[in-house]
């Protein structure tokens, strides 16, 4: 099973490069996951890889991106980036997806915002077309440590379950993102395609909330590997 899910990841990553990398694209986004390994990977081979300049999402991806022998970049120095490569947690029919797993969410959705066009990768599991029907962790939320009581009850208000994520075992107390923050993760049951939008924006507005661990409207293709080595290929 282990070997399946890896090779559907793989497969989905080199797909994706592959017909979305143009010769023409400069600056690439590299995001963080366990599929986009495989994304630095690929366009690691790629035979202009000394004219281009990655900008990754966190310090994972800042590690893919120099382990495979690319440019690194930033958003301060590129704001504007052809094209943006990222795994997801989950994701619905709309190419709606909860990002945020692995603590990036915030640097994940800014490289996503700078950029002309988002593509997933992903594997089968993450494909549940409902956000919230697989992934049961619950919405990640990225929160000003000083606003982390307030925001907690202003999501309960809203219908949430939030848990403030822990550090342990690796570290007391709360998780604490590469912004310096703490991640909150709210569990809103599944959320219907239709309501995404409306409950990120509703979020977003508390006080205290750096970013949401929804993207609504940001990805426009989805290339999901499957068990049997197919890849399902998704548009908006």
Same mark, same amino acid.
């Given at each position: 099973?282990?070997?399946? &899910? !890896?090779?559907?990841?793989?497969l989905?990553?080199y797909?994706?490069?592959?017909d *979305?990398l143009?010769s023409?694209?400069?600056?690439i986004?590299?995001?963080s996951?366990s599929?986009v390994?495989?994304?630095a990977? @690929? &366009?690691?081979? #790629? /035979? *202009?890889k /000394?004219? +281009?300049?990655?900008?990754?999402? $966190?310090?994972? /991806?800042r590690q893919?991106?120099?382990d495979?022998?690319? @440019?690194?970049g930033?958003?301060? =120095?590129?704001? !504007? ?7 997801a947690?989950e994701?619905d029919? *709309?190419l709606? +997806?909860?990002? $945020?797993g692995?603590?990036?969410l915030?640097q ?10 988002? &593509?997933?990768?992903?594997d089968y ?11 049961r ?15 907690? +009850?202003?999501?309960?208000?809203? %219908? %949430?379950k939030?848990?403030?994520r822990?550090?342990l075992?690796a570290? #007391?107390?709360p998780?604490v993102?590469? *912004? ?5 993760d709210?569990?809103?049951? =599944? ?6 939008a409306e ?17 609504? $409207? +940001? ?5 999901i590997?499957?068990?049997?080595g197919?890849i399902?290929k998704?548009?908006?």
């Open positions: 099973m282990a070997d399946l &899910v !890896e090779k559907s990841k793989k989905s990553a797909a994706a490069v592959d *979305n143009l023409t694209h400069r600056v986004g590299i995001g996951g599929t390994v495989y994304v990977e @690929r &366009v690691g081979q #790629a /035979s *202009n /000394s004219d +281009l300049v990655c900008v990754p999402t $966190g310090f994972q /991806s893919l991106i120099i495979n022998g690319l @440019r690194l930033s958003t301060e =120095e590129y704001p !504007e980036i052809d094209i943006a490569f990222d795994g947690d994701i029919t *709309n709606g +997806l909860i990002k $945020g692995g603590a990036c915030f994940e959705k800014l490289v996503a915002a700078c950029s002309k066009q988002l &593509v997933v990768v992903a599991r993450k494909d549940t077309g409902v956000l919230g029907k697989g992934w962790k619950g919405v990640p939320i990225e929160v000003v440590p000083a606003a982390y009581t307030k925001v907690s +009850l202003d999501l309960a208000k809203l %219908g %949430g939030p848990v403030v822990s550090g075992p570290k #007391a107390g998780v993102t590469d *912004n310096g923050n703490f991640i909150i709210c569990d809103f049951g =599944e959320i219907p395609p239709a309501q995404v409950l990120n924006a509703k979020i977003k507005a508390l006080v205290g909330v750096v970013e949401t661990g929804l993207f609504v $409207g +940001l990805a426009s293709k989805a290339y590997g499957n068990a049997d197919t399902t998704k548009t908006v």
